[in-house]
């Protein structure tokens, strides 16, 4: 099947060329995607779907047209490729264009494909569903769960005007579990969730219970007075911020727009020395994990923050071009499984928080009056670098122990004070949104109370 697809892939680019286009890549997808959901008990949607599909960019003149097709028949591609090309040569020339990735080997990344993914069926993933919703509903005081399972294997080939020819094969298995819990008036929501590139049986007993548990612990609720406080961030929540505050932030497009608080902070201090940050697409078994990015470039560890010091941006092949760097392999296509109905844009791969010395525990009994906050899902200000957000899953710290859950409260911090203001980093890891990374404490963050 590899085979059929980059030479599909290398048919386009050879008719996107002849049609005058003097640059063009082309990706060539099939994925195969089985999800299932579960909401308050009943299953809500259960589904398969093979999802082949060609994408093509054309630049003439660094002006670029893209297209897209589903399936894979020559017909559809033809139009594809005459779209492309017609929207390049239409289009206002463009100087900062530099060409795409040049001829290259792929890395050796392991872990990309697990054959126990691909061998899973649709009563399988609806009976995990079930078993997910079943683990996190398990108790009487839980008023209601709900779950999701996806997985899905995709194999990708991209060929492009520079000689380049690679093919990989990805496999994800993600699940997601939500309990609520109720009390009289009182209701809490916990969840948890897996996200791996390989099967785990044991992630499913793991997810359901801790959000059942969450949900429980948080019954318990207090408020607490507007101040200023130490806060101990769970891998929950400071991977979906960094996630934003800092891969949207080093994202090149955004800093030479302007549009990213980190433009023109490179070799600056930016964080505490305890801080340390990379981007890396070869770690086995995360789903950010690639051979090569969505151009053709060989994926690469990199640096970004180096002991507290920005170290890098991340680019694809335009932007490197504009800023007569070398691209960092950034250019995605979208997520543990590629799509075709879009042309790459820069993202992370895995980025990597290094950890430190400090357990979880020793954090908090460290903290004698603070904050633990478990979840949040509100997005920087990336241009002023200013965060603001509900605290969805809190808890107030008092003399060095985790109390109940705060009601109602805000945080607020600047994302460079708080880096800065990193004490403590932890042992241990977990991978959420994108990030892999420990519990870390910040001396300080405003949090704005109900009391």
Known sequence: MMAELISIAGKAVKSVTKLGATHCDVLVTNTRTLSADIEKG????????????????????????FAYCTGHDA??????????ASQAKAGTPDSDFKGLPEKATPAKVGGLF??????LGSDDVVGMVMELAAIAGDDKRIYSSNASVNISVCEVALAN?????????????????ESVAKDGSDMFSGFDFYSSRRFNADALREVGESAREHAIKGLSQTKIETGDYPVVMDPLALGFLLANAVG?????????????????????KVGASLFSVTDDPTIEWAVGSTAFDGEGTPARKKAVIDKGKLSSYLYDSYTAGKDSVRSTGNASRGGSAWSYRSPPSISISNLVVHEGRSTFDQMVRETKNGVYLRATFDHPNLATGEFSGLMMESYKIDDGEIGPSIRQATIGVGLVDMFNSIDMVGKGHKDCFGVRTPAIRISKARIGGSA
């Open 114 to 119: 697990e054959p126990k993914v691909a061998d």
């Open 161 to 177: 005007s520079n000689g380049i020819e690679m093919t990989q094969k990805m496999s994800s298995h993600d699940m997601v579990a």
């Open 75 to 84: 017909k559809s591609i033809d139009r594809a490729a005459s779209l492309a």
């Open 42 to 65: 009943s299953v809500k949607q259960a589904s398969m779907a093979n999802d082949p599909g060609v994408a093509i960019r054309a630049f003439r003149n660094g002006s670029s047209g």
């Open 248 to 268: 949207a932030g080093v994202n090149a497009d955004s800093v030479q727009r302007k549009r990213s608080y980190l433009a023109g902070k490179l070799g600056k």
